[in-house]
């Protein structure tokens, strides 16, 4: 066993550390003020290989492992909740499925644009009346000559507005839609400026402000047979898939969220007096920092788990959701926590911890919820549970492979 980062993490750590300070930090207060997304943030991630880090060389990617990928998100979500959630939907929701489940073709004509970021990309799963039940979803998918006619709504949809390609879920069985029998569902790689698709953005939201949420309507949208990803009747188990992945990502970040927490409460109960001494040394003050220290190094050793774990290309869906479960509540408590110690300057956006409040909250609740995560846990450990293997696994991290030219 060796808990050590390689030369490579430690590189791709501090590439993405710098990265967020240098480009990220002088804006996030003010795009979140005003409810901004900032779209230049992609070609600057592109050109660091952000945006493909984990995905090979040969499909435009940087060819590093699924531990840079956590690392990577740790770093963005340090610095802003919004700059994580485009790696958790364009890399984790998106690429890595057509990584896993694509066709060599569709990898060519969609994979390698997106890792090298010239296209967005996102996942299109949630609907008005349907989240954690997704056997709920009532899109639609008919089939016509060479085309597949997608109907429906998608709602809650990060970086909806601003994606060029779209993951999404539908049924194909209406038989099978009414029986809730999920190998009716199946799944289709979409474009933006096809007819019939338009898409929006939802305003008022608590966190993520400086991000991009939306939703998708698609009437009547003709997608070639060729745009289905993985075989019909997969579309479940495609998604469910992604979100191991999405879901690996969200852990990264919470950790990185709560990171900020600790070190912006440390900062403050430095110079902060009360009674005449810094508010660090009252020991009600130290507990709440002891416990974000704790809730760190745990998340922390949980997503690095999963990312080992997918590096040797062994099912973690387990071990991903309960890291997921893990950091996002600890990020909740801990910037709950993080505002407690900032008294009534904390309740001001003078500082930075009212916004890592509001933004943790949202992965509590996307990506499967609280509850979802500990209905899942409870069930693995009564053997109500068991993985059955996939047609297509995540392929394992294969340095050769994963650094070779086409
Ligand atoms: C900022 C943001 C970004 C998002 N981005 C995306 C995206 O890019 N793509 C996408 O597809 N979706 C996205 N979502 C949607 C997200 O995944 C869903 O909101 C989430 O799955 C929960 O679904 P819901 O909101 O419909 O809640 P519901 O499923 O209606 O649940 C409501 C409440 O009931 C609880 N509950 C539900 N069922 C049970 C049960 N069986 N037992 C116990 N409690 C239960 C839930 O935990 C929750 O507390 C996003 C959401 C947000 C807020």
């Not at 799963?125 to 089939?143: F, K, M």
């Amino acid at each position: 066993m060796d808990f050590a980062l390689s030369e490579e993490h430690l590189m791709v750590q501090k590439m993405v550390r710098e990265f967020a300070e240098r480009e990220i930090a002088p804006t996030v207060k003010e795009n979140d003020r005003k409810h901004t997304f900032d779209r230049s943030i992609l070609p600057k991630m592109a050109a660091q290989g952000i945006l493909g880090i984990c995905i090979p060389v040969r499909y435009g990617g940087a060819g590093m492992d699924y531990i840079s990928l956590g690392l990577t998100c740790e770093e963005l979500e340090r610095v802003d909740t919004s700059a994580r959630v485009i790696m958790s939907v364009h890399v984790g929701l998106n690429s890595l499925g057509l990584l896993q489940w694509g066709t060599e073709e569709q990898k060519q004509k969609y994979l390698v644009p997106q890792a090298m970021g010239q296209k967005i990309a996102t996942y299109g799963l949630t609907e008005p009346a349907a989240g954690s039940d997704v056997l709920g979803i009532q899109s639609t998918a008919r089939r016509e000559g060479d085309h597949w006619i997608l109907n429906g709504e998608k709602m809650w949809i990060s970086l909806a507005d601003v994606a060029d390609h779209f993951l999404i879920f539908a049924w194909t069985d209406m038989e099978k839609k009414r029986a809730r029998d999920h190998t009716g569902m199946s799944a289709f790689i979409v474009e933006r400026g096809w007819p019939g698709l338009e898409t929006g953005t939802i305003h008022g939201k608590l966190g993520v402000r400086a991000g991009n949420t939306g939703f998708i309507s698609m009437t009547d949208v003709p997608v070639p047979a060729e745009n289905m990803l993985g075989l019909e009747g997969e579309g479940f188990r495609i998604a469910m898939s992604c979100l191991d992945n999405g879901r690996y990502t969200v852990a990264a970040g919470a950790t990185g969220l709560i990171r900020a927490c600790l070190e912006a409460s440390v900062k403050y109960a430095n110079e902060r007096q009360t009674f005449g001494v810094p508010i660090g040394q009252h020991q009600l003050v130290q507990q709440m920092i002891a416990n974000m220290v704790l809730k760190y190094e745990a998340a922390r050793l949980l997503y690095l788990r999963a990312g080992w774990l997918k590096n040797q290309g062994i099912r973690n869906t387990r071990e991903t959701g309960l890291a997921k479960w893990f950091a996002t509540q600890s990020s909740f408590e801990s910037a709950d926590d993080a505002v407690e110690i900032h008294g009534a300057y904390g309740y001001s956006d003078e500082y930075d911890v009212e916004r890592y409040l509001r933004n943790s909250k949202g992965a509590v609740i996307y990506e499967g919820s609280k509850e979802i995560q500990q209905l899942m846990q409870a069930q693995y450990a009564l053997g109500y549970r068991s993985d059955k293997p996939l047609r297509c696994e995540l392929p394992a991290y294969d340095p050769e492979e994963w650094q070779r030219e086409a």
